[in-house]
């Protein structure tokens, strides 16, 4: 089961869809189950949420096999199809129709409270719900967005039948779906909880009560003592956090980085720690042989990495850029420490050379296709690490991937990279 809980699909969706963050976007959940994972979505985007309603019509004998659906504004969407192969005459047909929009109109009531629907014109309309079955009410959804003027409107969900995602390419903009197996029976089977979302939850997300007030546990200023050498540092813990990524920078780079902040703010979106961590002091970072000391400089990671193993309990991953890269793969052959996934971001992993055959953690190394000389060391990197490795190619991206898209499409490859791998593990704390 790829997804914890709806609140887990909506964050690990909203770092798919972060390409739309800062554009003028309406994050539209479909109720109930869509809410929560829209609401993240939102969070995600820093867009409005809302909902679209729409009410499936199901089979009469056979309620969750969907004959078609309804929207608001009197949209209505019929499969002709399924309803003459199961013999549905006008009247069952009417009477199923007259149940749900009963319903539908019940919730339009009880979510907004009295507020309005949100202006779609000229905006772009995200769709969100908790998955994709049959398509019906998603197409449905599709149609009421363009009816309220929408300009662009993205059908976006956690999981789908492969068929059903297929056809909702044809009525929207976009479709975007993180999973979509061949075996899929129903949406539900992809969560390990799908309790039904209540219709106070529902209400209360719409009125702007996320409840992250326990999301946060911690965001502050810390200082890791290394022997006597103090390392600054910025640590954010999150609730039910799948792990922890500990920065290892390179020369220029520090806890600061505006790079570091988008590649941290994207793996927080996805539910995972960080600690952005300087391994040299203000004094060190004037001194290059210090900054080209990538064995000191993993010393220290492995210092910190159990510094922040006992703080937080939570497995490790590395995400190394510059010299930060070797000391990384450095650090994660150390027998104090286990880590559970590396990502090395443009660095120099070839500093690394003398233990690289050693390395057994999942390793990416992520490159930009522009950034010739270090696209030919990772690659003689890549070529003698014997664990589990992959190289990415960003296109376009030159060294500081300041290209447009460049550097949020290596930090969704590697929050993807941190996803996959970042499992419980033991260590030794002595």
């Known amino acids: 089961m790829p997804f914890t809980d709806r609140r887990d699909a909506g964050r690990r969706l909203g770092a798919r869809l972060v390409r739309w963050r800062g554009s003028d976007v309406v994050v539209l959940g479909l109720p109930r189950g869509g809410v929560p994972v829209a609401a993240e979505v939102a969070r995600a985007l820093g867009a409005p949420l809302d909902v679209l309603l729409?009410?499936?019509?199901?089979?009469?004998?056979?309620?969750?096999?969907?004959?078609?659906?309804?929207?608001?504004?009197?949209?209505?969407?019929?499969?002709?199809?399924?309803?003459?192969?199961?013999?549905?005459?006008?009247?069952?047909?009417?009477?199923?129709?007259?149940?749900?929009?009963?319903?539908?109109?019940?919730?339009?009531?009880?979510?907004?409270?009295?507020?309005?629907?949100?202006p779609l014109a000229g905006r772009t309309a995200i769709v969100v719900d908790d998955g994709v079955a049959t398509g019906s009410s998603a197409r449905v959804a599709v149609a009421a967005a363009r009816a309220a003027g929408a300009a662009w409107v993205v059908v976006a969900v956690p999981v789908g039948a492969r068929q059903a995602v297929e056809a909702l390419r044809e009525d929207a903009d976009d479709v975007v779906c993180l999973e979509c197996p061949a075996a899929f029976t129903a949406v539900g089977q992809w969560y390990e909880d799908f309790t039904q979302t209540p219709d106070d939850e529902v209400a209360r997300l719409l009125a702007g009560e996320s409840g992250d007030q326990d999301l946060v546990t911690g965001d502050e200023e810390v200082t890791v003592f290394v022997g006597a050498v103090p390392l600054g540092g910025r640590l954010t813990?999150?609730?039910?956090?799948?792990?922890?990524?500990?920065?290892?920078?390179?020369?220029?780079?520090?806890?600061?980085?505006?790079?570091?902040?988008?590649?941290?703010?994207?793996?927080?979106?996805?539910?995972?720690?960080?600690?952005?961590?300087?391994?040299?002091?203000?004094?060190?970072?004037?001194?290059?042989?210090?900054?080209?000391?990538?064995?000191?400089?993993?010393?220290?990671?492995?210092?910190?990495t159990r510094w922040v193993r006992a703080r937080t309990g939570l497995p490790v991953g590395y995400f190394g850029t510059g010299t930060g890269a070797a000391a990384a793969l450095l650090a994660a052959t150390d027998y104090r420490v286990e880590v559970a996934a590396v990502v090395a971001r443009g660095g120099r992993p070839d500093l690394a050379a003398k233990r690289l055959g050693w390395v057994r953690t999942p390793t990416m190394l992520i490159a930009g296709a522009f950034d010739t000389g270090a696209l030919e060391l990772n690659r003689k990197a890549h070529a003698q690490l014997r664990g589990e490795a992959h190289l990415a190619v960003v296109p376009g991206a030159t060294h500081l991937f300041e290209e447009p898209g460049a550097l949020e499409g290596a930090a969704t490859l590697a929050t993807d990279w941190f996803r996959s791998h970042l499992t419980p593990v033991t260590v030794d704390g002595g």
Request: charged residues 25%; hydrophobic residues 45%; positive net charge.
């Open 54 to 118: 729409v009410r499936k019509l199901g089979l009469p004998f056979q309620p969750e096999l969907a004959l078609g659906a309804i929207g608001e504004g009197g949209l209505r969407l019929v499969n002709p199809v399924l309803v003459g192969r199961f013999g549905i005459s006008e009247a069952e047909l009417a009477a199923v129709e007259a149940a749900e929009r009963s319903e539908l109109d019940r919730r339009a009531a009880r979510f907004r409270s009295g507020r309005t629907r949100t």
């Open 237 to 304: 813990v999150l609730e039910r956090a799948a792990g922890i990524v500990v920065f290892a920078h390179g020369s220029g780079s520090g806890r600061y980085s505006p790079r570091a902040r988008t590649a941290a703010e994207r793996l927080h979106r996805a539910g995972i720690a960080t600690l952005l961590v300087d391994l040299l002091t203000p004094s060190e970072e004037s001194d290059r042989a210090r900054v080209f000391a990538v064995e000191l400089l993993a010393s220290r990671l492995v210092e910190v």
